[in-house]
């Protein structure tokens, strides 16, 4: 099938296909192999051999994906914020960050140098809106 959405990381690499799963490969040994226990998949990031796939119910995660695709399941559930809806997902080194249907973007994980973009220090386990510029060109 056709890729619709693509994210890679350092040793690991993953694609929406066009009915809306999840493959992934770690390295050009490795054949992309499905990932299963999920549906209706739009974006799909990868941090830390994390990945995490945009659900119409909000974002699923997986830890630990191994190259087989074999993963320890979507354990971690992130909740979208009411009536809004995650489009974009995309991983830093120890953080995601989203973009909504009303062009907000949400952001959460590790935020020792302040990449969520709130304004803090705090990491955070949940989405946390990202603050707009103070001073917008």
Do not use: K, Y
């Not at 959460?108 to 705090?122: H, I, Y």
């Amino acid at each position: 099938p056709r890729a619709r959405a693509l994210t890679v990381e350092r040793d690991l690499r993953c694609v929406v296909t066009e009915n809306a799963a999840v493959s992934c490969w770690r390295d050009f040994r490795s054949a992309p192999t499905t990932v299963g226990g999920l549906a209706g998949v739009s974006s799909v990031a990868v941090m830390d051999s994390t990945v995490c796939a945009v659900v119409s119910t909000g974002v699923r995660c997986s830890r630990e994906l191994r190259a087989s695709g074999q993963h320890a399941g979507w354990s971690l559930t992130f909740p979208v914020p009411e009536s809004q809806n995650f489009r974009t997902i995309i991983g830093g080194p120890s953080h995601m960050c989203a973009h909504d249907n009303v062009r907000l973007a949400w952001c959460w994980g590790s935020n020792v140098r302040g990449e969520l973009g709130d304004g803090t220090d705090v990491s955070r386990t949940t989405p946390v809106r990202v603050l707009a510029p103070a001073n917008p060109p």
